[in-house]
């Protein structure tokens, strides 16, 4: 069996309320090491064998950040992360130095049984597996774990030196932003296949953000969520169950209300539960879903407004010719 680290830094005043569900998530997949960087105080959560709490501050690894890159990255907030993730390899060797395999996962994430699907054949045939950002496994050797800092000479993808000192978000990561608005690690590799990538958005659940309903990126319609000792399910409107490594909870603010992390859990929109009633009153769960979708779009539309998003949109205008995808 494959040694696996994943990791996922987090800065701010405390956990989202999904987290005790994503730790419970993280301890039925005992052969994962999880590390988990944060300035939270995490003295209170009880010790589980596979996960590793590590204090520290953002301005604490950014300085870290500037060492290994040697000059000044432009970090001013926990959301710049996004674009230094595929750096973890080597900003983070000690945690995973004894691995054959790292990765990165969000915090709005619970796991389902992570070695059904990351099976040994999979992790035979591929270097990076997973293309999304939520998730996302690099096989520990020098050229993957250098992969960010290649040239990849394609005028849509930014050097890595641009986007670590420009204060705009890249989601340098994953794909990027689009076509002729910049692209990223993931869209490189497909132009510039230096590793062996995989991708299958079956295998997990990213939910549609703009819908109260559960809706994966691929089109399944989910009623509930059923997790339940290191197993996750989606249960379709006939009832069928379909098994994921994880459901992703994109831009939803999620109620927790699990009292028993023993019993299983079930999660519907927009809440964690033990039992569902038999009348639950989505009505005024999805007017609470409105109210945080219309805060979330007005966000958006002003730091649209900024000057580093009118940048980044001048820098990659028509940086895509007619041969690309």
Sequence with gaps: MYRITLLSPFFGEKF???????????????????????????????????????????????????LMLGYHAHIISPYKLVDFKPTYGILFNEYIKDSEWWGYFDM???FGNISRFLTEDLLDSYDRIFTHGHLTLYRNNELVNNLWNYKYHLHEVP?????????????FDEWGWGKNKGRGISYALHQVPLVRQFDDISFFA?????????????GTNITKFEYYQGS????????????????????RTMTNDVTDYTKP???????????????IDLMKERSVWTVQQKMRRSKQIKSNLSLSYFWRRIRFAFSEGRNHK
């Design 16 to 66: 989202p309320p999904t987290f005790p569900v994503l730790l419970d998530s993280l301890k039925d997949n005992p052969t994962i090491k999880f590390v988990i960087p944060t300035d939270i105080d995490f003295s209170t959560i009880d010790n589980i064998s596979n996960v590793q709490f590590v204090k520290t501050s953002l301005p604490a690894l950014k300085h870290k950040i500037d």
């Design 108 to 110: 709005d994430l619970v």
């Design 159 to 171: 050097n890595f030196q641009t986007v670590a000192t420009h204060k705009a978000i890249f989601a």
């Design 206 to 218: 990213d939910l549609t953000p703009n819908l109260f309903s559960f809706r994966t990126t691929n």
């Design 232 to 251: 996750l399910a989606g249960i379709d409107q006939l009832q069928n169950k379909h098994p994921y490594l994880y459901v992703h909870f994109q831009k």
């Design 265 to 279: 859990i079930y999660i519907v929109p927009n809440m964690f539960l033990n039992k569902i009633p038999v009348s």
